[in-house]
């Protein structure tokens, strides 16, 4: 299986912060890298498809980068509701594997 | 815009079945666009994927289940089930359904909620 590392576990930010997770794969997965947002109680939330691809409705302050190995998720002003646990996830090959997550708190 | 729906029991004994059922809205689960999947996550830890159903019945089971695992749809209720075999405390998690797009880039493209299941007598 493929295993996907996230960092860091987890982040304090404060609104209208720039900030950045990395996601590595431990093997090769060109551009099949997703990211996924979950706030408590709600459904996960697709955001970026194919590495750098914005889900539609999703806004435009998140970015999505990377290739091979190596991944980043980019919000670059954070919002009040963009506190949440980010996960990645691989679908290059089965079984897809996700990150261990990275919860995105409030300072 | 999809919406599914998780339902079934919270409690489960050990050495039993597991048995969960996604409704879905928005599209037919007959769609060639989706396969249709279940994902697990343990208290503390991270995210499995368990497995994914075609309508043309093309199934995909993670293989660190052991076989226990079917899925399957129901189209007359616009529905897929989950089945786990031989549960244990390990088996305790968040269980959510999901839809896939598996052409091009394959990814998740929405989730239920979720529903809590415990396995303990």
């Known amino acids: 299986d493929i295993q996907m590392t996230q960092s860091p576990s987890s982040l304090s930010a404060s609104v209208g912060d720039r900030v950045t997770i990395t996601c590595r794969a431990s093997?090769?997965?060109?551009?099949?890298l997703n990211w996924y947002q979950h706030r408590p109680g709600k459904a996960p939330k697709l955001l970026i498809y194919?590495?750098?691809s914005l889900q539609s409705g999703v806004p435009s302050r998140f970015s999505g980068s990377g290739f091979g190995t190596e991944f980043a998720l980019t919000i670059s002003s954070l919002q009040p509701e963009d506190f949440a646990t980010y996960y990645c996830q691989q679908s290059y090959s089965t079984p897809y594997t996700f990150g261990q997550g990275t919860k995105l708190e409030i300072k | 815009q999809l919406q599914l729906q998780e339902s079934g029991p919270g409690l489960v004994q050990p050495s039993e079945t597991l048995s969960l059922t996604c409704s879905v809205s928005g599209d037919s689960i007959s769609s060639r666009t989706y396969f249709w999947g279940w994902i697990r996550q343990p208290p503390g830890k991270g995210l499995e994927l368990i497995g994914c159903?075609?309508?043309?019945?093309?199934?995909y089971d993670n293989p660190s289940l052991k076989s226990r695992v079917t899925i399957s749809l129901d189209t007359s209720k616009n529905q897929f089930s989950l089945s786990l075999s031989s549960v244990t405390a390990a088996d305790t998690a968040v269980y959510y359904c999901v839809s896939l797009i598996w052409s091009g880039y394959p990814y998740f493209d929405y989730w239920g909620q979720g529903i809590l299941v415990t396995v303990s007598s």
């Open positions: 093997r090769h997965i060109s551009r099949y």
């Open positions: 194919a590495a750098s």
């Open positions: 159903v075609y309508f043309a019945g093309t199934t």
